[in-house]
Each structure stands twice: as C-alpha cells, then as structure tokens.
C-alpha cells in the first residue's frame, strides 16, 4: 500500500481530529499551526509537527508542500489567513487542496480561488473526511457514538463474486453487514448466502477501531 502523504493546516477541533484519523489510518501527515502550544500536543501523534505562518509563500515552498498528495487546510476563524493560505497552496501546485469553510461567503471565495473540495464542520466531521480522502471506497462514515460507526464501502474487485459467509467480515474484523444497496434497491439484513456483486455497496456497522482495520486491510488489496 502506497503510504499517502497529507498535510493540515490549523490544528483546532476539526483539524485535530483529521490528523488523528489519518494517523490511525497509517497515513504520513505533516500538521502545521502558528501556535506552538497546539503543535506540541501533536508532535508525537503526526509524522510532523510545525509551528509556521502559511501566508507566507517561501515558508510553504520551503516546506515542501507541493510535493505533498492532499493539504486541508482546517484554519479556524480566520477567513483571510484560510482563503490567503488556499490561494498559495493552489498558486504554487499543489496537487489537491481541501479547505474547511465557515459560511457560504467564505465558501464561494474558496471555489473561486481553486480550492479542489470545500467542506463545513457542521456537516462534514473531520473523521469522516479523513476516510473519504484515504480510500475512494469509503462513501461515507456516520458516527454513531464515539466508539461505534456505520460506514458504507464500495465493493471492490477481491469482494465481487463472494459470499456474505465467504467474507465473514463478522469473525475476521467484528463487523456487521446489515444492508446491501444494489442500483436503486436495498437489501436489509442480507443472507450469508447472498454474493456480493460488483457495484454493491456494504452498509457496515462496528466498532471504529475493527472498521479502521477493515479500511486499512481494504486498501493492501487496492494495490
């Protein structure tokens, strides 16, 4: 598995919980704030941690940004440092940026500006992100307490053509099946004997830590 390489900029509550996700995902993430206090706190949790000031282009540069897979860009409520920070990010070629918009003002400026994908706290969750942006399989993640979620899964190629009982997602990950959407239909508590088409879509429900490790064992088989 090819180990993505991210970058996020503002370590609040919903910058935070990204780079712990990606973290737990196995992913290398850089993670930069202006306050050091809130970098320290990090420093053992990332790959890196970094104290800096991202409107300021040759810090960027000197930083290596561009060389980087994906930036978020989870600034607080600063709106002319996240919309400065973005247009450099994009200025300067990084690959793809994500930034965390405050209102729809803020969010039109964004896309103006090129940011790639535009998300708001309220109704994007930094866990969820973190999955969407990891795998392409992941559709969405909804957090049903802090230590439980429902996540749905694009089947991909190993998946196809196997049964519910033949994956036992059940006794190899401690996960549940418990729909299947198939085109415009739903399947709810599917049979074990029921096989997984190509195009399915898993509703899976578990404990976040046995999902991560679904999710983690998911992407070796992408490569």
């Known amino acids: 598995m ?9 370590l609040g509550r919903f910058g935070g919980s990204i780079c712990r996700e990606l973290t737990n995902l196995g992913m290398s993430v850089l993670a930069i704030d202006k306050k050091e206090e809130v970098v320290n706190d990090y420093s053992e949790i990332v790959t890196e941690a970094v104290v800096a000031d991202t409107t300021d282009e040759s810090v960027l540069k000197n930083l290596g940004i561009r060389n980087f897979d994906h930036v978020i860009v989870a600034i607080g409520d600063d709106i002319q440092s996240s919309i ?13 940026v994500t930034a965390k918009a405050l ?17 708001h706290p309220e109704r994007d969750m930094g866990r969820r992100l973190a999955h969407n942006l990891v795998s392409s399989n992941v559709l969405d993640y909804l957090e049903l ?4 979620s429902l996540v ?66 998911m992407l070796q088989e992408e490569d």
Do not use: C, W
């Not at 209102?103 to 998300?119: F, M, P, R, T």
């Not at 307490?145 to 439980?148: G, I, L, P």
């Open 2 to 10: 090819k180990r993505k390489e991210f970058v996020v900029i503002g």
């Open 84 to 96: 400065l920070t973005t247009l450099i990010l994009k200025e300067i070629g990084v690959k793809k």
């Open 103 to 119: 209102n729809e003002h803020h969010e039109k400026v964004l896309k103006k500006i090129g940011a790639d994908q535009i998300v």
């Open 145 to 148: 307490s802090d230590k439980h």
């Open 152 to 217: 749905e899964i694009a089947v991909n190629q190993s998946f196809a053509g196997k049964t519910i009982i033949e994956l036992d997602v059940r006794a190899r990950y401690g996960l549940n099946i418990v729909a299947i959407r198939r085109n415009h239909d739903m399947i709810v508590s599917p049979q074990a004997s029921e096989v997984i088409l190509e195009g399915d879509i898993l509703v899976v429900i578990g404990s976040n830590q046995d999902i991560t490790r679904f999710e983690r064992k």
